[in-house]
């Protein structure tokens, strides 16, 4: 609504706007009159919003308050009619907003639009409504204790005047006056309870022994004493580096788990292990944090953690969980930690009762069930207490043991004034005597005297004892090992038959004699301390000038911390020890043999790990060392990796294989090895010995050996074949073209004769080609320079297929000359030339490359195109003679092979392979040193 206002006095006003100016300071003086009655602070609120709207005809009205719940801004404590669309009660405003200013300066504010006040830049809800009004300071005395804002529509506003303002002022100082009063007494109210119900748990306490039941009343109590949604309780176990939460009041498992997970890392831990609490009036976290991901879920805004510490350490924490953000007063949190401090004596008083409960009966139970008699007897030796051990040798319930003299017990009980009771009580400290029991067995009898003339007696039964020492001298007189005592001074007391029978000598000839004395060698050892055992080996000369190899183990013999003696077992090993050489030998000898062998040998595991190799297996493989964990599978060609892996594993079945194998070498030199492979054991695990052969060369020979065989048959079939083929060939080429100098002819019979005498030429080279490729032209030597060949075969390329493909030459600078016949380097260079250029025929891009390089030992030479390349299947057949890709009538399948006789037959080499860009590359190389 649009504030109508009063003019002032002398302008004349007309009756209504006196009326008006009499009702608004009549609803001044109802709410003066009002306001000292209302016992709440909502319905003070709720009476100066209804006044300052309804009374004084505003379309708004806020009311805000300074306190501790907000020191860095207001409390909206209630807002009606246009300030309800922008504020609500409990909003929080800051330095953004008018009210603030006005709060913190004291000084009022009317304006045309709130919102477009300097104050209102930061304000998130500007924009949304055009506001006009007042704002104006409430004060108590001098103080300012919040602001009463008063808006209406902008539309048609007019400011007010004078007489409106005071009685704005004057509502505005009343409600001040009245919320600062009742809020004080509330929060008085407040504390009262809080301290009546500190009160109240710390009487409920006293009387509570059970530590989970003090838990979760003191976590009930907090959550209704500080008006909290959850609360829990939380357990510190340092010993085992965890969190547990003991009471859960409205907190999600989920949330618990991930608390327990992380409260180690937290800071807030670490300050509740400084005894200091932690109140989070507004809790959230890190983006991406999966405990700030866990408040989310579990959706209260603020909390308070507060140590429970007990006898100077933090046994835990007491959490109060708020859904609404929360800020505890200063008040409050000293109540808050005298409630905790309450809780954590009363905790801790519970838990050391169970603790003290825990140990009596854990006490009552060692006792019960002791494997020694115990017994506890007055002065005269009567029994006050006893266990079952005492009550199975008296042969009498143990519920009837006390009463009966100790004696009773036992056979033959000393007389008065002796025995270890009166010797206990005599001198004051433990006694112990050895007597038998009435069904035999012979007990020690430790009698201990308490102040009271009491004694706790100690009754252990040392029979099975006496049995084992006697089987155990059974045993050492009849071990197949030397063994002897000796005592502290390191001189022999007790020696075993078979001691006497290693030292050559009877065991009473050896007491009194020092193992120094008779392990000579062994005098020069290092000892090291007195009370460490010792293992060594020393050499024993008999009487009889026999000498024997003997292992010693000596262990020290001690009373408490007092070496009394050593136990010595020495046992011969002379055989062994000569064994143990001839196998050094042996295996010396066969070192030996495995790294000056002229084959290569190596082992391998399971797995085809490496476990040895010698030095002609590291120069097969190309290798100066074996890398570490290094296996055979990383040296073999991935086509042979599977038959290879498939003759290990028969191997190691027992089997004895033999097989083939292609390998790598680090060079990338691929070359083939002949294997013997046998099963063996390393140690207790079986593995491959394996001997292998470079074949390499050999089967290169072979195949040469095989090729010049074909190409020598074929040369014999090739020259009978020929003569028979040219003479007939030349005369049908005649034929056709006496016909075609005749003519004329019609198209069709010209297009005839020239298909003919286009196949004659072509059947022409073939048989040119195979008359070439099948005998040995001799080479006709000079020094060549390289350059200037491929210079003067491209010229001719690019004469005779213009434009056809885009040639590039990288010629090496200073590339020294060779001794070739430059004739068939030319046929060579030409035959790869046109096997590129025909290879991109279909190709988008056409363009070759030729380089040359140079060798430590000779020059090369690389060609490559941007064609489809070489099929894998065909990379090990394109030299071969009448191998083709091509279709019928495109080729006869012998350039390359031409090409890779003629290379030989120089003592060079020629490969294919594949760019690594896509293409097809040939490289052949020349060597200087060959002429």
């Known amino acids: 609504m649009t504030r109508r206002d ?170 001040g006056a009245a919320v600062s009063s009742l809020r004080m007494r509330a929060d008085l109210i407040t504390r009262l309870e809080q301290l009546d119900a500190l009160g109240r748990i710390t009487h409920a306490l006293t009387g509570v022994e059970d530590a989970e039941e ?110 609404a953000p929360r800020k505890y007063t ?32 854990e006490w009552q139970m060692v006792f019960d069930a ?92 040392l029979t099975d004892v006496v049995r084992l020492e006697n089987r155990f001298r059974l045993v050492v007189e009849t071990a197949h090992d030397a063994i002897v005592i000796t005592d502290s001074d390191d001189r022999i007391s007790f020696a075993n038959p078979a001691a006497a029978e290693l030292f050559g000598a009877t065991a009473a000839s050896l007491a009194h004699q020092t193992l120094d004395e008779l392990l000579p060698a062994a005098g020069q050892r290092d000892r090291g301390p007195v009370s460490q055992a010792l293992r060594y080996d020393a050499e024993c000369r008999r009487p009889d000038g026999t000498t024997r190899q003997v292992s010693v183990s000596s262990a020290p013999l001690v009373d408490g911390e007092t070496p009394t003696g050593r136990v010595a077992v020495m046992r011969d090993v002379t055989q062994e020890v000569e064994t143990l050489d001839e196998l050094r030998r042996s295996e010396s000898r066969f070192r030996t043999l495995f790294t000056a062998a002229p084959v ?56 004895r294989r033999e097989f083939f194998f292609r390998f790598q070498r680090p060079d990338g030199a691929v070359r083939e090895a002949a294997v013997v492979a046998t099963p063996m054991t390393h140690g207790t695990s079986p593995s491959v010995l394996a001997i292998a052969r470079d074949v390499t060369d050999e089967q290169r020979l072979r195949e040469r050996l095989i090729q010049a065989e074909k190409m020598a048959s074929l040369g014999q079939v090739v020259s009978g074949v020929a003569h028979e083929l040219n003479n007939p060939i030349a005369g049908i080429n005649a034929l056709a073209q006496t016909l075609l100098l005749e003519g004329p002819l019609d198209e069709g019979a010209e297009r005839v004769l020239e298909s003919i005498r286009h196949e004659c030429d072509r059947a022409a080279r073939i048989i040119s080609d195979l008359l ?32 056809e493909v885009e040639w590039t030459l990288d010629l090496a600078e200073g590339l020294p000359t060779v001794s070739a016949d430059p004739d068939q380097l030319r046929q060579v260079l030409g035959n790869l030339v046109a096997n590129a250029r025909q290879a991109m025929a279909g190709a988008e891009r056409r363009s070759g490359h030729v380089r040359t390089y140079l060798l430590e030992t000779g020059v090369g030479c690389e060609v490559t195109d941007t064609g489809p390349g070489i099929h894998p299947d065909a990379l090990g057949k394109v030299f071969e003679p009448f191998y083709t890709t091509k279709v019928v009538g495109e080729g006869t399948g012998l350039g390359l092979a031409i090409s890779h006789g003629i290379i030989e037959t120089h003592g060079g080499t020629i490969n294919a392979s594949n760019a690594p860009g896509g293409g097809a590359r040939f490289c052949f190389e020349l060597y200087r040193h060959l002429g």
């Open 6 to 175: 009063t003019p002032s006095a002398d302008a004349g006003a007309p009756d209504g706007t006196l009326e008006r100016a009499l009702s608004d300071a009549r609803t001044v003086l109802e709410l003066i009159r009002d306001l000292p009655t209302l016992d709440t602070l909502d319905d003070a609120v709720s009476r100066g919003l209804d006044a300052a709207t309804k009374g004084l005809g505003f379309a708004g009205a806020m009311i805000t308050h300074k306190g501790e719940e907000a020191p860095m801004g207001l409390l909206v404590l209630g807002a009606v009619g246009l300030e309800s669309t922008v504020h609500r009660a409990g909003s929080i405003l800051g330095g953004h907003t008018v009210e603030w200013s006005v709060a913190d300066t004291g000084i009022e504010r009317v304006s045309a639009n709130i919102d477009a006040e300097p104050e209102v830049t930061g304000d998130p809800m500007r924009g949304r409504l055009a506001r006009a009004g007042l704002v104006l300071p409430m004060r108590l005395g001098t103080r300012i204790v919040g602001t009463l804002t008063l808006t209406a529509d902008p539309e048609g506003w007019e400011p007010p005047g004078e007489e409106t303002l005071l009685l704005a002022r004057a509502m505005a100082d009343q409600l």
């Open 214 to 323: 003090t838990m979760r009343l003191v976590a009930d109590e907090g959550r209704r004493v500080f008006d909290a949604e959850r609360a829990g309780v939380f357990l510190f176990h340092w010993d085992e580096e965890r969190t547990e939460c003991v009471v859960a009041l409205g907190l999600s498992d989920g949330y618990i788990r991930e608390v327990e997970r992380v409260a180690n890392q937290l800071q807030t831990t670490k300050a509740l292990l400084e005894h200091q609490p932690v109140f989070v009036s507004r809790a959230q976290g890190r983006p991406g944090n999966t405990l700030a991901e866990a408040v989310a879920a579990e959706g209260f805004s603020s909390v308070a953690l507060l140590p429970l510490v007990f006898a100077g350490e933090t046994i835990g924490s007491l959490a109060f969980y708020h859904d």
């Open 330 to 361: 200063s008040d409050e949190r000293r109540l808050a930690v005298a409630f905790a401090d309450q809780a954590a004596l009363a905790i801790g008083k519970s838990r050391l009762l169970d603790q003290v409960t825990r140990v009596k009966r």
């Open 370 to 461: 002791s494997g020694s008699g115990l017994a506890v007897t007055d002065a005269e030796g009567i029994i006050v207490r006893a266990n079952r051990f005492v009550a199975e040798m008296a042969d009498i319930p143990v519920t009837s043991l006390p009463g009966y003299d100790l004696k009773t017990v036992f056979r033959r009980w000393p007389e008065a004034g002796q025995g270890p009771l009166a010797e206990a009580r005599a001198s004051g400290r433990p006694a112990a005597a050895m007597l038998d029991s009435k069904d035999g067995r012979l007990l020690v009898v430790t009698a201990t005297p308490l102040p009271d003339d009491r004694c706790i007696v100690a009754i252990d039964d």
């Open 600 to 655: 290569a040998i190596w082992t391998v595991d399971r797995d085809g790990r490496f476990l040895s190799v010698n030095r002609a297996a590291l120069t097969m493989l190309g290798l100066d060392e074996l890398p570490a964990g290094a296996t055979l599978e990383q040296f073999v060609d991935p086509a042979d990796a599977e038959p290879v892996r498939h003759h290990l594993a028969a191997s190691l079945a027992g089997e």
């Open 772 to 803: 070439t490729s099948s005998r040995q032209q001799p080479l006709k030597r000079q020094e060549v320079d390289l350059n200037l060949i491929i210079t003067e075969t491209m010229e001719l390329e690019e004469k005779a297929w213009p434009g």
